[in-house]
């Protein structure tokens, strides 16, 4: 930072994939570093709702501290810094249920294979007091140019931010856009999401309209992705390209596919399993509801997209289950720890599916998503990639958090459900 902020704020992402903050003087930027501002371990089992999954370890007992680093903060906008934050205990260490370490902890196994990681985001909103419904045009010109002063003010603040946005295009439901990230490394990639999420917001106050990152921001409209690109290289060299596999995949890619493919099931938990996301994994809605792989396949799970003259960033594969109520650190973990595992073991590459999967037979076409939470929290215990990347203490809190969470949605229509988590997501 270049000037002294008035205000410094520093956030988590909560396992309900909600940021929490804390909000500092300038003149108290030191303390935020160094001993950080204390949270109740509470913060750990909020629900989107605000409601409190209370476990034996996490609970009103007991304190942690937020902390920061001075060399990530961030200027967006009015004398307003943001910084993301480490979770730590009372000791100083980390703490298990930190989804940034465990984002840290996924990146250093890659290392001691000679692996790393670059990971690009798309970020998909919804905009209410902008275009109306009945001017709007999917991917139009005319709908992006109605959004033209929020666009160049957002490209504005990106840069002053240090976030460098590639593109921006209106999306296929009324009001609904979506920005693209630029690759960065897996614990900067997921920051940026944050920023992302916060420029988004101030800007859109400032032009009198709202912004939803929920999955489905209305009964029956396009629901809103928060699709993850990722690419890996084995001391330097890219493993997805310049093989004898599919595509130029390498060995090694086509196992980090072919592990992708395998474990993805088991990890809805941590990519879409908000009481509002299995609205959205449904065919036809290009939300990747079948688990399968093709090769620029926008109905399969997962994408592969391989090396071209319009693929400026080289081959790589894009995770399509993932929507905007994910934690982005645990997600971008729990998916580079499944590349990985396919790497270790050699995991065959399945099938690829060249068409869209909802036109095939069941046996041809994948599994579905897993939608039904009692399933995906059974298949998250049981994953050991999970567990290992993740480790027990969040999975304790995940579970607790996601099982309330859809308890107390069981009983409500959806129109109730998407009214009241419509913003749950939004800074």
């Known amino acids: 930072m270049t000037q002294t902020p008035a205000l410094v704020i520093g956030s988590i992402v909560d396992l309900a994939g909600v940021a929490r903050a804390k909000v500092v003087p300038a003149n108290r930027v030191d303390a935020f570093v160094s001993s950080g501002m204390g949270a109740s371990p509470s913060w750990n089992v909020f629900c989107a709702d605000d409601a409190l999954a209370f476990t034996e370890n996490y609970s009103v007992v007991g304190d942690l501290r937020l902390r920061i680093s001075e060399s990530d903060l961030r200027d967006v906008g009015d004398g307003v810094s943001w910084a993301p934050a480490t979770l730590h205990e009372l000791d100083g260490s980390v703490s298990p249920v930190c989804s940034r370490e465990a984002l840290r902890r996924t990146t250093s196994v890659l290392a001691s294979n000679d692996l790393e990681a670059l990971?690009?985001?798309?970020?998909?909103?919804?905009?209410?007091?902008?275009?109306?419904?009945?001017?709007?045009?999917?991917?139009?010109?005319?709908?992006?140019?109605?959004?033209?002063?929020?666009?160049?003010?957002?490209?504005?603040?990106?840069?002053?931010?240090?976030?460098?946005?590639?593109?921006?295009?209106?999306?296929?439901?009324?009001?609904?856009?979506?920005?693209?990230?630029?690759?960065?490394?897996?614990?900067?990639?997921?920051?940026?999401?944050?920023?992302?999420?916060?420029?988004?917001?101030?800007?859109?106050?400032?032009?009198?309209?709202?912004?939803?990152?929920?999955?489905?921001?209305?009964?029956?409209?396009?629901?809103?992705?928060?699709?993850?690109?990722?690419?890996?290289?084995?001391?330097?060299?890219?493993?997805?390209?310049?093989?004898?596999?599919?595509?130029?995949?390498?060995?090694?890619?086509?196992?980090?596919?072919?592990?992708?493919?395998?474990?993805?099931?088991?990890?809805?938990?941590?990519?879409?399993?908000?009481?509002?996301?299995?609205?959205?994994?449904?065919?036809?809605?290009?939300?990747?509801a079948f688990i399968t792989w093709g090769q620029e396949n926008r109905e399969a799970a997962v994408r592969f997209c391989a090396e071209s003259s319009g693929n400026p960033h080289g081959a790589n594969v894009e995770v399509k289950v993932m929507d905007g109520s994910a934690n982005p650190y645990l997600a971008t973990a729990a998916i580079l720890a499944a590349a990985h595992a396919g790497i270790v073991n050699q995991t065959p590459l399945p099938r690829e599916v060249t068409v869209n999967p909802s036109t095939l037979t069941e046996s041809a076409r994948g599994e579905r998503v897993p939608t039904d939470m009692g399933e995906i929290l059974q298949r998250l215990r049981a994953s050991g990639v999970a567990r290992s990347s993740l480790g027990d203490s969040i999975i304790e809190a995940l579970v607790a958090v996601k099982e309330l969470e859809h308890s107390r949605c069981a009983g409500l229509d959806a129109s109730a459900v998407v009214e009241r988590l419509r913003y749950a997501w939004s800074v």
């Open 119 to 288: 990971v690009g985001r798309e970020i998909e909103f919804t905009l209410f007091g902008g275009v109306p419904d009945e001017q709007w045009s999917a991917y139009g010109l005319g709908a992006a140019l109605a959004q033209e002063s929020f666009i160049r003010e957002l490209f504005a603040n990106a840069q002053r931010a240090q976030l460098n946005i590639e593109q921006f295009h209106a999306e296929y439901g009324p009001g609904q856009f979506e920005i693209s990230l630029a690759p960065a490394s897996p614990v900067e990639s997921a920051d940026n999401v944050i920023l992302a999420r916060i420029l988004i917001g101030r800007t859109a106050r400032a032009h009198g309209m709202t912004v939803s990152f929920s999955p489905m921001p209305t009964v029956g409209s396009s629901g809103n992705g928060a699709h993850q690109h990722f690419s890996l290289t084995r001391a330097g060299v890219p493993i997805f390209s310049g093989g004898r596999q599919a595509y130029g995949m390498t060995d090694d890619g086509a196992g980090a596919l072919g592990g992708l493919v395998a474990h993805l099931g088991d990890l809805t938990a941590v990519l879409a399993s908000s009481p509002l996301s299995g609205m959205r994994l449904q065919p036809n809605m290009w939300s990747g």
